[in-house]
């Protein structure tokens, strides 16, 4: 068995393993379809915490570019031999300009100060960065929501010696769950639309969201001068169009992440606790169903590797999650055929959340198939 980057015992938990072959397919099957629509992709590896191993299979699927959001991760893909220029998807720090300029190729951008420190940046480097501008449609994250200061913003970035303005950008669904439909689409396009009649030119990049927009390309929706997505969760999980968007995909894999952890102790309990109810172990009311006496596991596995226990999805039938504090994970298993005791194993798929957290955890192995 090969677990990448730890020292660990063959039967170390809890192990995430992953098929990269699944990764490999879903990949190009989103890729096919992108490139019909005539968009290119930015393979995004954040929601794996910048695993090289992951990125290598976005970069030889033919990413135009690999994207993250934070300069520890591009670094440890480099000295990884990751070779494809770098996206900078979170807008960046002042503090970290100077790595910006080293290490990426483009950034997206959303703010006057930060522009002028990435010119000033590049030329005392001698370099030229390529800077694509967010636009706020709705979402309430990052961008320029007054269309003027976005062409301020553009006309700066034009004439910078040190920038070259390749193009504009727009996120939705993550902060204000904006869909992205075919109009919300539109609205990067008529920005893009005042920022060319301003510098007198077009833009080489239209740059539109991420994984739920995805959706547009396979309904044909997605407007025409959308060329470029910024594409990570379809790519590396391929779980959430389907799982919560309403959206079938049944070309994608929906299985390449698994969770196992081990029990450590069977027993049946109550199911409602006993005595006088305060708060859990995090300060929260919760409320308990009685369900009578049920059997259960414990599992060493807990919050502090997954955060949500919730995002875990058992691949056993009669298994169901029921709790967790920061290291235990609590298990109803009164329906499980199987006879469980300490020392077994329990699966689980893995949702977006659970995996950003088990990826970046010192106490989780990976392995990969
Ligand atoms: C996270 C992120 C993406 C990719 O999101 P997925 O849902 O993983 O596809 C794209 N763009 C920006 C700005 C992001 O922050």
Known sequence: ???????????????????????????SEVMQRAESAGIEVAGVVKCVNGLPEVAKVLQDAGCRWIATSRMDQFIKMREAGITAPFMLIRVPMLSEVPEVIDLCDVSLNSDMLLLEALDAEACAKNKTHNVILMAEVGDLREGFWDRDELIDA????????????????????????????????????????LVE?????????????????????????????????????????????QDLYDCPTPFLDRTAWHLQAEVLEVHRKPTHPIGELCTDAFGHKQVYTDRGIRKRALLGIGRLDYAFPEELIPTEPGIEVIGASSDHTIIDIEDCSRELKAGDIVEFEIRYTALLYLTDDSNVAIEYI
Not at 11 to 23: A, E, K, Q, S
Not at 172 to 178: D, E, F, L
Not at 197 to 225: W, Y
């Open 154 to 193: 553009a006309r700066f970035t034009e004439t910078a010696r040190g920038l070259h303005l390749l193009g504009l950008g727009m996120n939705i669904g993550c902060y204000g769950s904006v869909a992205a439909t075919k109009d919300k689409m539109q609205e990067l396009v008529d920005a893009a639309e």
């Open 197 to 241: 009649a301003a510098i007198g030119r077009r833009l080489e990049v239209l740059s539109g969201a991420d994984t739920t927009a995805f959706p547009r390309v396979l309904d044909h929706t997605m407007p025409e001068r959308i060329n470029n997505m910024r594409l990570g969760e379809i790519l590396v999980i391929g779980r959430d169009l």
């Open 1 to 27: 068995m090969n677990i990448v980057g730890k020292d660990v015992r063959d039967n170390y938990y809890p192990r995430v393993t992953c098929d990269l072959g699944i990764v490999r397919r879903n990949t």
